[in-house]
Every structure is written in structure tokens, then in C-alpha cells.
């Protein structure tokens, strides 16, 4: 113990280096964990879309005609508030999908910092809803 008590004292710039690198790996780690909550595995949006959740698409009209979740709302990103009909009025879960999940998981975490507790994201957007295999419409 002595020796380490000797050691911080000896080399104050390192230990500040080392109390800093810490201070934000932990900041980094707690950013991603909060931008989780509020995303959905493909799993469990399946389960949410099954039980009635409103489902909004943020990609591009263009994207959107090439394939999109059954039954989806196109509105696209640049024309998303967070006033948005869908979002506002809806009495069930709303599902967010964009291309790779991370804009929606942005818009996600706005919307839930606005109060709006029942908006989650698709996790890995529709990149991973076709990775793994599930209904698209054309």
C-alpha cells in the first residue's frame, strides 16, 4: 500500500491521465446504456408490432417502396417533429425504423426526453429486421 501511496504521489500527471481515461470509459458506457432503453431488438419488436404498436418508417420514400415493415407509416426523417400525428395520437407503442438503427434510436431518445415514454427504436433498423429474415413488403 505504502508503495502505490508512493507511486501516486511521485507521478500526479499519469494518475490525473488514468483517473480521466476511467471517468470516460464510464461516461461513454452510460451514453450507450441510455440509448438502449428505448431500442428493441428484432424479437421483441415483433412482439410489440403483434400486440398493436404503430409502426413508423423515417427512411426516404424511395427506400420505403423498396421494403418496409408491414403496415408502416412513411415518414421520412427530414419531415419527422415531434409532433408527428402518429407519434402524438397513438394509444399503443410506436416503433421507429430507419436503415441501421441509428437515427431512429437519436429521434428515440429525443422523444423520450420530451415524455414520451411509449417510442422505442428498432435496433439495427431495418438492416437487421432483413438480416434476420423477417416479412418485408414491396
Not at 507521478?11 to 491521465?17: A, D, E, Y
Not at 420514400?61 to 397513438?90: M, Q, Y
Not at 421507429?96 to 431512429?104: A, E, I, K, M, N
Request: with cysteine; charged share 20%.
Amino acid at each position: 500500500m505504502q508503495q502505490l501511496l508512493e507511486f501516486t504521489t511521485a507521478n500526479p500527471w499519469l494518475m490525473s491521465g488514468l483517473i480521466a481515461s476511467g471517468l470516460a470509459v464510464l461516461f461513454n458506457e452510460l451514453r450507450l446504456k441510455s440509448r438502449d432503453l428505448g431500442s428493441l431488438s428484432t424479437a421483441m419488436a415483433v412482439r410489440t408490432i403483434n400486440d398493436g404498436s404503430d409502426v413508423v418508417d423515417l427512411r426516404t420514400a424511395d427506400k420505403f417502396a423498396e421494403g418496409h415493415i408491414l403496415d408502416a407509416t412513411n415518414i421520412p426523417a427530414t419531415e419527422f417533429t415531434a409532433d408527428a400525428g402518429p407519434v402524438r395520437e397513438s394509444k399503443t407503442n410506436v416503433l421507429l425504423v430507419c436503415d441501421t438503427g441509428s437515427r431512429s434510436s437519436e429521434l428515440t431518445a429525443r422523444l423520450r426526453k420530451e415524455g414520451l415514454e411509449n417510442v422505442f427504436s428498432l435496433k439495427g433498423g431495418m438492416a437487421a429486421w432483413q438480416q434476420d429474415n423477417l416479412p418485408v413488403i414491396r
